[in-house]
């Protein structure tokens, strides 16, 4: 998709709220843990060594932005991720992190000299 220049400030306004909610930690960890599949608030905050409190507050904000879904089973309610874009973004990322850690280890390793 390409994205009009300039680009409109509602749409500036989205963008921005988007990273600000993958700006916290605790999400991007929710988000790796829901990449094998839906999980209970449960089982999430089980396997970060989280409080349910927390692991619910940071899924809420996740679904209200449309990255989660949820389905309710019993007593239970399962959260999955629909937006896969989201993946797309980390892997950019994490691409970008990766060659800033290596020009910087190449920098450190020159100046050892």
């Given at each position: 998709?390409k994205?009009?220049h300039p ?9 921005a709220?988007?990273?600000r909610?993958?700006?916290e930690?605790?999400r991007i960890r929710?988000?790796d843990?829901?990449r094998?599949?839906?999980a209970?608030v ?6 970060l060594?989280?409080s349910?409190q ?17 389905r309710?089973?019993g007593n ?10 989201v993946?797309?973004l ?5 691409g970008?992190?990766q ?6 280890s ?7 000299r």
């Amino acid at each position: 998709m390409k994205l009009p220049h300039p680009l409109p400030d509602d749409l500036v306004e989205l963008i921005a709220r988007r990273f600000r909610v993958l700006g916290e930690p605790m999400r991007i960890r929710l988000l790796d843990q829901l990449r094998d599949g839906e999980a209970t608030v449960g089982e999430l905050s089980e396997a970060l060594s989280a409080s349910q409190q927390n692991v619910s507050k940071h899924l809420a904000v996740l679904s209200d932005v449309g990255i989660l879904g949820r389905r309710k089973e019993g007593n239970y309610v399962y959260y999955r991720i629909v937006d896969e874009g989201v993946f797309t973004l980390c892997e950019d990322v994490c691409g970008s992190v990766q060659q800033q850690l290596r020009t910087l280890s190449k920098l450190v390793s020159g100046s050892a000299r």
